[in-house]
């Protein structure tokens, strides 16, 4: 046979491969944005994609970190491979901004932490180290919970299970079923938890609620797995990470996944950061070699181009101070859609059913709509939230905030 004839047979044998293959419905997320883009009606709403928008309906790149780019950029004289665990910098600084420098974690050198692309990156290293560390691991995750947590988790090999947290009728945390669910967990279980701007319903533990399930992971022996990817946008930097701190404080060990694609604005740039608490420093150096090991099998060396802007806006007082404050401007004003958005809700639905909205916290919450009054909403009203009827609170104007609710009004 010739080389030719080779090559073809190959090639058959590929196409016969792929043709085994069937096509996926699109992510309900992504296509509710394509479906909104496609709609002619000037005055459409997409309350679905689940990224910050100011009031002009645009994601900005924050002023600090378009300084901090620049002066990375001037100063790059190489493209060269970041080390494996990743920006020192980036590294020490989210370190020191999420635990608190003074923390006896962080003195102790008790904290493990390896660079990641995004949140889902860095969630995937923390599944790949509990599987080392147990073959068999079960996973408990709030219901609801991300849309991701269950697909990227689920594949990289833990057991999925379910705690009851939300009641999308109640529109309140379920804490008691919570606690109880809790109480039969154990040494071997880890239970994932969002650390602040609870996605997708926006109902947050509050810290009394944190202290319960503290003490319950202290009694019953359960690992903590922090999912912290809103920091700063719920109530403030110090409070929205006091379950984080908390869990440090009182734990032998705890897993975190950061991402820094909201709180900087980065969410191309795949910002990301795993984290463990160890017992002791020399295990927090055993999780860092670990979990880089783990990131060379899966995607072999970490992004550079966002950790280096956030290096450089940590290292710098004044950079960081003005990233603090476009980080409170954020989360300022997703608070006072929140309370815009329940008050025209109240006036057009003449009832307090939608006054839960202004308490809840982050990007997030559910309009508690039936599939069919989404469906509704969207093709009479040209207003997207995705078919669970979770919105995007910044998808929100002053502008269209009272058609918004009016249209509400008119499917419930």
């Not at 709609?39 to 924050?62: E, H």
């Not at 901004?97 to 995937?124: E, I, K, W, Y």
């Not at 969410?267 to 990131?295: C, H, P, W």
Request: charged share 20%.
């Amino acid at each position: 046979m010739t080389h030719t004839e080779v090559d073809s047979a190959a090639r058959r044998r590929l196409a016969a491969m792929l043709e085994n293959l069937s096509p996926l419905p699109p992510d309900p997320i992504l296509g509710t944005t394509v479906a909104c883009r496609n709609d002619p009606n000037p005055s459409k709403v997409d309350l679905g994609v689940g990224v910050y928008k100011d009031a002009s309906g645009n994601t900005p790149v924050f002023e600090a970190v378009a300084e901090a780019e620049r002066r990375v950029l001037a100063d790059q004289t190489t493209k060269v491979y970041v080390s494996p665990p990743g920006d020192e910098r980036f590294i020490g600084g989210i370190t020191r901004h999420l635990f608190g420098a003074d923390h006896q974690v962080v003195t102790d050198g008790r904290v493990g932490a390896v660079q990641a692309p995004g949140g889902s990156g860095a969630l995937r290293v923390g599944a790949g180290l509990l599987l080392r560390a147990q073959a068999h691991t079960e996973l408990w995750v709030s219901t609801p919970t991300w849309g991701n947590h269950v697909p990227l988790l689920g594949a990289a090999g833990l057991d999925m299970q379910h705690y009851p947290y939300y009641d999308k009728g109640a529109h309140e945390i379920q804490f008691d079923e919570m606690v109880q669910t809790l109480k039969e967990r154990g040494p071997g279980d880890v239970v994932l938890l969002h650390g602040c701007c609870h996605n997708p319903c926006g109902a947050d533990l509050t810290h009394e609620q944190w202290d319960v399930v503290g003490d319950l992971a202290d009694e019953r022996g359960f690992t903590p797995y922090v999912d912290l990817a809103y920091h700063g946008l719920g109530e403030g930097m110090d409070a929205d990470a006091y379950g984080v701190r908390m869990l440090a404080d009182r734990l032998p060990e705890m897993l975190v996944s950061y991402s820094a694609s909201k709180n900087f604005g980065l969410y191309r740039e795949r910002t990301g950061l795993a984290f463990t608490v160890n017992a002791t420093a020399e295990g927090a150096k055993t999780d860092t070699s670990q979990m880089a090991n783990i990131a060379r099998e899966l995607y072999s060396m970490p992004p550079a181009h966002g950790a280096s802007i956030v290096g450089e806006i940590l290292a710098d007082e004044e950079l960081t101070t003005l990233w603090q404050d476009e980080v409170a401007t954020m989360r300022e004003r997703i608070n006072g859609l929140r309370a815009l958005l329940s008050d025209e809700l109240r006036e057009a639905t003449q009832t307090t059913e939608f006054d839960y909205i202004a308490g809840e916290r982050g990007m997030f919450s559910f309009l508690g709509l039936s599939p069919e009054q989404v469906t509704q909403l969207q093709a009479e009203h040209s207003v997207y939230p995705i078919p669970s009827s979770r919105i995007n609170i910044a998808g929100v104007t002053e502008e269209n905030v009272d058609y918004v609710a009016r249209s509400i009004a008119a499917v419930v």
